[in-house]
């Protein structure tokens, strides 16, 4: 839980010997003069800021990222989107690339059809934790297995968000959701699947890593396997894998702001950060 | 071409080459298997792709997908491998992407399958279903041209006899006109320009210039369907004016049926031959007409009655229809049944003829 900032100045300013371009913000007291709008916050290729995401998710960090790393790798003319069912879906009404919405669980399959017949295009999956380590785990195990040169990228928050709640195959032991009410139990309803470390295991996989967006190392972190990961598929290499763990404080009945040290004390200790497979 | 003796599943597969097929997913499955060995032979030659998909639920999203990106695709199974695949031929029908299915059935038990669908939503699944060898080579180019022309998953209603029985046979292809062109098609190129495309059941379209959402867009295709009923029903009606009896059948029953109508007929029984070869959508209003003379209507198929529904629908009543065939694994391709012989089905048919007399 995280525990309420401490009232009064706590000395926020510029830092001696930072950046000299560097302007912090005060929060510590009221703005001596009103906020305002000072920059566009849209992401590249993101067309509208406006989604119907809970305050507090991670998803929309990791949208960011992703469109990032498209727009930087110059990737936007050639990028096709498989994207599955879950709360993330309506990126693809908020993004100015191709996509394909498909069946819970299909996209690696559904992807790999794009792939074999578009073969200059960087084809890539989102899926959440639900569409992937439960309803799909056969196709994206399979379009490893497969080295099919696809990016597949699993927004993992441990819970069946869009649906309110309930239990995946992600969910991590101890996890209260609305069909663990009394929180994961090995006992009655197994352990989760690690599904980054499986698809390590695969041949056919090139790349696979975990990052997350509970705080700013790790975004910049995650930034970088997603680059990584469009690079290696696009160039040919095989199979690459980004895991991304993304804050869903509804879907854990958290306060808003309690999102992020859930993820790193809890989620971290089931799913470790970092790159798991460069080859 | 000249006239070449091919097994039916090899030149169903040199069929859908011709007609511009580049993509091809499947999972084995007798009588399927034929089919999909043989585009694993013949698709790399013509630069194609054939995936070994690790299940039919697989085998027809990469169809599925293959589509999207603008190629002509197939897949393929029969009976349970198809009931897999229910969920995605639905998803394509109303996300409007083509590909043809290839069901090389056991017997007949794929009719409801094939005509009412197993997916959820308003849409249906534009299937032929051939008589024999030479057909399927025309139905399968067809197909694939109808599939583009509606931007619908279609089928093809095959089965032992199609996919095992070699025919002397031409593949050239058919030129069906031209199609409108796939600038709906997924490649990635209009991403960052504005005007990036969308395929999505939902139809929400993008930020700023949004779809129809589902209401309309459903609807949209349930109308397109109601315009492929009206236009694509394709039949064949065998001595049906004057008959007394008329004798429904598909598929390679027809052939079976043919004879025995011609057998009959040279006898001097007033009795003629009805094959619907499109199944849906199936012709209704054709069959009422092949019937107006009759008093009876017998209906052979391979299972325990499938397609007397609909047979029963076209008639509405106005004329008495009994089954005449029965469940059998014949023509399965597992073991030789009994009831797929001109003799069996002649007695059957004597019979009825001879109850409803009395």
Redesign the interface.
């Known amino acids: 839980m995280t525990t309420p900032s401490p009232a009064g100045p706590t000395g926020a300013g510029v830092p001696a010997g930072g950046p000299a371009a560097a302007v912090l913000i005060a929060t510590d007291a009221p703005p001596t003069v009103p906020n305002r709008k000072v920059a566009g916050a849209l992401a590249p290729?993101q067309?509208?800021g406006?989604h119907h995401l809970c305050p507090g998710c991670g998803h929309p960090v990791a949208w960011r990222l992703l469109l990032e790393a498209?727009?930087e790798l110059g990737l936007?003319?050639?990028?096709?989107g498989?994207v599955g069912h879950g709360c993330y879906t309506n990126i693809?009404?908020?993004?100015?690339?191709?996509?394909?919405?498909?069946?819970h669980g299909?996209a690696p399959?559904?992807?790999?059809?794009?792939?074999?017949?578009?073969p200059d295009?960087?084809v890539f999956t989102l899926q959440g934790d639900g569409d992937l380590a439960s309803e799909g785990l056969?196709?994206v195990l399979?379009a490893a297995a497969r080295g099919e040169r696809i990016t597949t990228i699993m927004l993992n928050n441990g819970v069946f968000g869009d649906t309110g709640g309930q239990m995946t195959a992600a969910s991590v032991v101890g996890q209260r959701t609305k069909t663990s009410l009394d929180g994961r139990q090995p006992e009655a309803h197994g352990y989760p699947v690690p599904v980054a470390e499986l698809v390590a295991t695969l041949q056919g996989s090139v790349y696979v890593a975990r990052g997350a967006v509970h705080n700013a190392g790790s975004v910049a972190k995650t930034k970088r396997y997603l680059k990584r990961a469009f690079e290696l598929a696009t160039s040919g290499a095989g199979f690459t894998f980004v895991e991304v763990l993304t804050m869903c404080p509804t879907g854990w009945f958290l306060p808003t702001a309690d999102g992020p040290d859930y993820i790193q004390d809890t989620f971290e200790q089931t799913y470790p950060l970092g790159a798991l497979k460069d080859v | 071409m000249a006239p070449q003796l091919l097994q039916g599943s090899d030149a169903v597969a040199q069929a859908a080459i011709a007609a511009g097929c580049r993509f091809f997913a499947g999972y084995p499955m007798l009588p399927f298997t034929d089919l999909l060995e043989s585009m694993a032979r013949r698709l790399p030659e013509v630069d194609g792709v054939c995936m070994n998909a690790e299940s039919e639920i697989e085998a027809v999203n990469m169809a599925l997908g293959a589509g999207a990106a603008g190629a002509r695709a197939g897949t393929g199974s029969c009976g349970q491998g198809i009931a897999l695949m229910q969920e995605a031929i639905a998803e394509a029908a109303l996300n409007e992407v083509p590909f043809v299915v290839f069901n090389m059935a056991r017997g007949q038990q794929d009719y409801f399958q094939a005509t009412r669908g197993g997916g959820w939503g308003d849409y249906r699944t534009l299937c032929f279903a051939p008589k024999d060898v030479s057909e399927a080579v025309e139905h399968t180019q067809l197909l694939f041209h109808l599939a583009d022309q509606y931007r619908a998953p279609v089928m093809l209603y095959g089965d032992y006899l199609i996919a095992h029985t070699y025919m002397s046979v031409d593949v050239v292809p058919i030129d069906f006109g031209p199609l409108p062109p796939k600038d709906w098609a997924l490649d990635g190129s209009l991403g960052g320009t504005g005007k990036s495309r969308q395929i999505w059941t939902w139809a929400m379209g993008k930020a700023g210039d949004p779809g129809p959402g589902p209401d309309l867009h459903w609807q949209r295709i349930a109308e397109k369907f109601e315009e492929m009923a009206r236009v694509e029903t394709r039949w064949e009606s065998i001595d049906c004016e004057g008959a007394e009896t008329v004798v429904v059948s598909f598929g390679t029953a027809g052939p079976f049926v043919e004879q025995v109508v011609g057998e009959l007929r040279a006898d001097g029984v007033r009795i003629g031959a009805f094959r619907p070869i499109t199944l849906w959508p199936f012709p209704e209003a054709a069959l009422a007409e092949a019937c107006r003379s009759a008093d009876r209507v017998l209906v052979f198929e391979v299972n325990a009655g499938q397609m007397i529904d609909d047979v029963r629908l076209a008639v509405a009543g106005r004329v008495p229809v009994s089954p005449l065939g029965r469940v059998s694994i014949d023509f399965s391709g597992m073991r030789q049944g009994e009831i797929l012989t001109v003799p069996w089905i002649r007695d059957r048919v004597h019979q009825a003829i001879k109850e409803v007399k009395v």
Do not use: M, Y
């Not at chain 1, 936007?76 to 096709?80: Q, W």
């Not at chain 1, 693809?92 to 069946?103: E, G, K």
């Open positions: 290729l067309l509208s406006e498209i727009a936007a003319n050639r990028a096709i498989v693809v009404s908020l993004a100015d690339i191709d996509f394909l919405q498909c069946l299909r399959a559904v992807a790999t059809g794009v792939k074999r017949v578009q295009t960087a056969a196709e399979h």
